[in-house]
């Protein structure tokens, strides 16, 4: 395949998905009647959207592109790359890739695109998945009672397989999760891989009928006074680089309010609220609570149960949080904040059956030091059992 830049109206352009630096080095020669001139263009994008890489030529000149180079300098980040040639306002694309961190993306006149790995390897399509090995990691978390209906129960400090995750002592300003240390014994076990590890599936079975979820848990903390109805101050501690985009701007992620002993205030509260900055780096935002169950502190919570705070408008992720306002005492008990990210919903619709839930290829990244703990959102509040695995792919 030739791409030929052959009027003043037609630019050769590349689209990219996420703002991390990405290097492009394009080569092409100008062709007139009389002359063979070549030239290149080369720089670095650090942006989402789309740039000119190659401009359009003189009149009564042809441009003929020779190669093409994309790497993505990002160690954690995924670069979605388009390839463009843009005609008079009016965009073709050429080829799509996604470029995993430190992967490139080649092209030579009269050759096919091609991409390699951060070895420098040529990734090739293959159905015998060649470079892909996986694990099955199962679980069995013996639960004891949950709240009523529409609340989530957190499986965290439950006995079986895992066994046992505590937030530990950490304090107000908490401490970041890494899943790999003694503090964070009991969540499921990863590894520290070579390549990159990825959610593929998993299957969950219940006692109680509900939807389970997995979540990787970013931050928690420890010394909230129950009591207290004024604001508390928390100035958490950074929280670590795995949100969506594989950043510690905490895009994805989530405030949850753990209760890790039972609380005996008399009826619902929901007037408790969290100041936060939000993953655009903005201060001051709010975190509330809603009137129904399941999104509101039940009268008398049992131990394990997990609220989730709604975030403020237009806000899609957490930075930090700065402060907790119970507004009304929990009378007794005790009660952790965690930040979290959501990775993947499996259904436990009918008692003791196991669905499969299985992600398109590649799946859910996962990036090291992911503390994955298991929730679940019951239909009914009795002692639950929850077992199955995730099976977890390496690339």
Same mark, same amino acid.
């Given at each position: @395949?030739?791409?030929?830049?052959?009027?003043?109206?037609?630019?050769?352009?590349?689209?990219?998905?996420?703002?991390?630096?990405?290097?492009?080095?394009?080569?092409?020669?100008? @062709?007139?009647?009389?002359?063979?001139?070549?030239?290149?263009?080369?720089?670095?994008?650090?942006?989402?959207?789309?740039?000119?890489?190659?401009?359009?030529?003189?009149?009564?000149?042809?441009?003929?592109? %020779?190669?093409?180079?994309?790497?993505?300098?990002?160690?954690?980040?995924?670069? +979605?790359?388009?390839? %463009?040639?843009?005609?008079?306002?009016?965009?073709?694309?050429?080829?799509?890739?996604?470029?995993?961190?430190?992967?490139?993306?080649?092209?030579?006149?009269?050759?096919?695109?091609?991409?390699?790995?951060?070895?420098?390897?040529? %990734?090739?399509?293959? !159905?015998?998945?060649?470079?892909?090995?996986?694990?099955?990691?199962?679980?069995?978390?013996?639960?004891?009672?949950?709240?009523?209906?529409?609340?989530?129960?957190?499986?965290?400090?439950?006995? =079986?397989?895992?066994?046992?995750?505590?937030?530990?002592? !950490?304090?107000?300003?908490?401490?970041?999760?890494?899943?790999?240390?003694?503090?964070?014994?009991?969540?499921?076990?990863?590894?520290?891989? $070579?390549?990159?590890?990825?959610?593929?599936?998993?299957?969950?079975?219940?006692?109680?009928?509900?939807?389970? @979820?997995?979540?990787?848990?970013?931050?928690?903390?420890?010394? &909230?006074?129950?009591?207290?109805?004024?604001?508390?101050?928390?100035?958490?501690?950074?929280?670590?680089?795995?949100?969506?985009?594989?950043?510690?701007? =905490?895009?994805?992620?989530? &405030?949850?309010?753990?209760? $890790?002993?039972?609380?005996?205030?008399?009826?619902?509260?929901?007037? +408790?609220?969290?100041?936060? $900055?939000?993953?655009?780096?903005?201060?001051?935002? $709010?975190?509330?609570?809603?009137?129904?169950?399941?999104?509101?502190?039940?009268?008398?919570?049992?131990?394990?149960?997990?609220?989730?705070?709604?975030?403020?408008?237009?806000?899609?992720?957490?930075?930090?949080?700065?402060?907790? +306002?119970?507004?009304?005492?929990?009378?007794?008990?005790?009660?952790?904040? &965690?930040?979290?990210?959501?990775?993947?919903?499996?259904?436990?619709?009918?008692?003791?059956?196991? &669905?499969?839930?299985?992600?398109?290829?590649?799946?859910?990244?996962?990036?090291? =030091?992911?503390?994955?703990?298991?929730?679940? %959102? #019951?239909?009914?509040?009795?002692?639950?059992?929850?077992? =199955?695995?995730?099976? #977890?792919?390496?690339?």
């Amino acid at each position: @395949m030739a791409i030929t830049l052959d009027a003043t109206t037609k630019v050769f352009e590349l689209t990219t998905s996420a703002a991390v630096n990405t290097d492009y080095f394009v080569s092409y020669v100008d @062709m007139t009647t009389t002359a063979f001139t070549p030239g290149s263009s080369q720089g670095t994008i650090n942006t989402a959207g789309t740039t000119v890489v190659v401009s359009a030529p003189a009149a009564s000149t042809q441009r003929g592109i %020779k190669t093409v180079s994309v790497f993505n300098r990002s160690t954690t980040t995924a670069q +979605t790359v388009t390839v %463009k040639v843009d005609v008079s306002g009016t965009e073709y694309t050429l080829f799509r890739a996604t470029l995993l961190a430190n992967e490139s993306l080649q092209w030579t006149d009269g050759s096919d695109w091609q991409t390699f790995d951060a070895t420098g390897e040529l %990734k090739v399509n293959s !159905p015998t998945t060649v470079g892909i090995t996986g694990r099955a990691i199962a679980f069995n978390k013996i639960g004891t009672q949950a709240e009523g209906t529409a609340y989530w129960y957190c499986f965290a400090k439950d006995t =079986g397989y895992p066994g046992a995750w505590s937030p530990g002592t !950490p304090g107000l300003a908490g401490r970041a999760t890494d899943g790999m240390t003694t503090a964070d014994a009991g969540c499921l076990p990863l590894w520290t891989p $070579t390549g990159q590890l990825f959610l593929s599936e998993w299957i969950a079975t219940a006692t109680t009928s509900g939807a389970a @979820m997995l979540g990787d848990i970013v931050w928690v903390n420890t010394g &909230i006074v129950v009591t207290t109805t004024t604001a508390q101050t928390i100035n958490s501690v950074a929280f670590p680089a795995r949100d969506l985009n594989g950043s510690a701007n =905490g895009e994805g992620y989530c &405030i949850g309010l753990l209760f $890790t002993a039972a609380a005996t205030n008399a009826a619902a509260i929901t007037n +408790t609220t969290v100041s936060y $900055t939000n993953s655009d780096g903005t201060n001051g935002r $709010t975190a509330t609570l809603t009137a129904v169950a399941g999104d509101q502190i039940p009268p008398t919570p049992v131990i394990g149960t997990l609220v989730w705070f709604g975030l403020q408008a237009g806000d899609r992720g957490v930075q930090s949080i700065q402060s907790i +306002t119970l507004g009304t005492s929990l009378v007794t008990g005790s009660v952790s904040l &965690i930040v979290a990210r959501p990775m993947q919903w499996a259904t436990t619709l009918t008692n003791n059956i196991p &669905i499969p839930n299985r992600y398109p290829d590649p799946g859910t990244r996962l990036y090291t =030091g992911s503390t994955l703990v298991l929730f679940q %959102k #019951v239909t009914a509040g009795n002692t639950v059992t929850l077992a =199955g695995n995730i099976a #977890v792919i390496e690339r």
